[in-house]
């Protein structure tokens, strides 16, 4: 259930599911777990690697695990960029990171999820046309979400018409984020990236 890092040089994420599965897709900043959850019983042929340091996250996860008896979630206790290191490259179908922390002060930017090295590192891991989802409702987060995105040679915004980010995707149940963030009338974004084809 939990995964641990060891001194090895790389994880090999396939051998941490008992059972035989199609594809890896990674969620980091899982929160309560509710998306996670839902995606896992969705989709049972996925193995999910859930990424939260919050002990009472991680708390909420295990208990909808057990209660909806989930056998393909894999949990790492930590910084995501720590797993995402030890990852081979080219393995991840598919990326969660819904409503990650803003830090809307200036001053606190360079704690934002989202930087230049993360991408780097979340584009090795990607498989070639891998799908990276990502939502927010800060409009500051937004535009730098946009901006390390846009000028990432690796990742292609899927959007074409507004309604493409102003919904989400069928399969893409309400975190909590998002349900406080529409309580408070706070205007949700949601972006689908797509990891271009390696060369
Ligand atoms: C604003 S909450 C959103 C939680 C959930 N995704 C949702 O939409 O309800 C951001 C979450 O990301 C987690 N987080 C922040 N930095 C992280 C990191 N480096 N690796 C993994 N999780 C992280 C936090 O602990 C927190 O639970």
Same mark, same amino acid.
């Given at each position: 259930?939990?995964?641990?890092? $060891? ?28 998306? %996670? ?6 989709? *049972? #042929? ?5 990424? /939260? *340091? ?27 960029? &720590?797993?995402?290191?030890? &990852? ?35 584009? /090795?891991?990607? #498989? ?13 987060? %937004? ?18 018409? *507004?309604?493409?980010? #102003? ?21 949700? $974004?949601? &972006? ?8």
């Amino acid at each position: 259930m939990e995964i641990n890092l $060891t001194r090895e040089n790389t994880l090999d994420p396939w051998a941490c599911f008992s059972r035989d599965i199609d594809d890896i897709w990674l969620e980091i900043g899982f929160g309560g777990g509710e998306h %996670l959850a839902w995606q896992a019983k969705t989709y *049972p #042929r996925i193995g999910f690697v859930g990424c /939260e *340091p919050f002990l009472n996250g991680i708390v909420k996860l295990l208990s909808r695990i057990r209660s909806m008896e989930l056998e393909n979630v894999r949990l790492y206790r930590d910084d995501a960029r &720590l797993l995402i290191a030890r &990852l081979p490259a080219n393995i991840i179908g598919r990326a969660f990171i819904l409503f990650p922390d803003p830090w809307p002060k200036l001053r606190h930017h360079k704690r934002r999820l989202i930087s230049e090295g993360v991408l780097g590192s979340l584009a /090795e891991v990607l #498989r070639d046309e891998a799908e990276v989802r990502i939502a927010t409702d800060d409009p500051s987060y %937004l535009e730098w979400i946009l901006w390390h995105f846009q000028r990432h040679p690796e990742f292609e915004w899927q959007a074409s018409v *507004p309604n493409d980010w #102003r919904s989400s995707p069928h399969d893409w149940p309400p975190t909590r984020y998002e349900k406080k963030a529409n309580a408070a009338g706070r205007k949700c $974004t949601f &972006l689908t990236y797509r990891r271009c084809r390696r060369l």
